[in-house]
């Protein structure tokens, strides 16, 4: 599976952004979606999920209520919607891809990996 994240960019605090994640390839692998991040510095800290078949949806308490992850199935693309940002929302976020299904959270879980977009909030 290949993945081509796009969408990141400059905001100010409070601002939005919507991350994009075009999937091609094997895509009948594809159990589950995920987003990650990793700020300068730290480890990659997981965002959200989605189950690819069904929709449903998880994410880290931190962007709960602020971020949506979504699914077009039909495109093969996963999205990030984020809304109210914060400075420490800034990080380099990740697509990745899960065969399977057991700890959505845990980055070394995922199967394939897109090649990151820069999300930079500004105080």
């Known amino acids: 599976v290949q993945l081509q994240a796009s969408g990141g960019g400059l905001v100010q605090a409070g601002g939005s952004l919507r991350l994009s994640c075009a999937a091609s390839?094997?895509?009948?692998?594809?159990?589950?979606m995920g987003w990650f991040r990793q700020a300068p510095g730290k480890e990659y800290e997981f965002v959200a999920a989605?189950?690819?078949?069904?929709?449903?949806?998880y994410s880290t308490d931190s962007v709960k209520g602020r971020f949506t992850i979504s699914r077009d199935k039909p495109k093969n693309t996963l999205y990030l919607q984020m809304n109210s940002l914060k400075p420490d929302d800034t990080a380099v976020y990740y697509c990745?891809?899960?065969?399977?299904?057991?700890?959505?959270?845990?980055?070394?879980?995922?199967?394939?990996w897109g090649q990151g977009t820069q999300v930079t909030v500004s105080s």
């Open positions: 390839g094997s895509i009948f692998s594809i159990n589950a």
């Open positions: 989605i189950r690819w078949s069904t929709g449903n949806t």
């Open positions: 990745a891809v899960d065969k399977e299904f057991a700890t959505i959270w845990n980055a070394n879980e995922y199967d394939y």
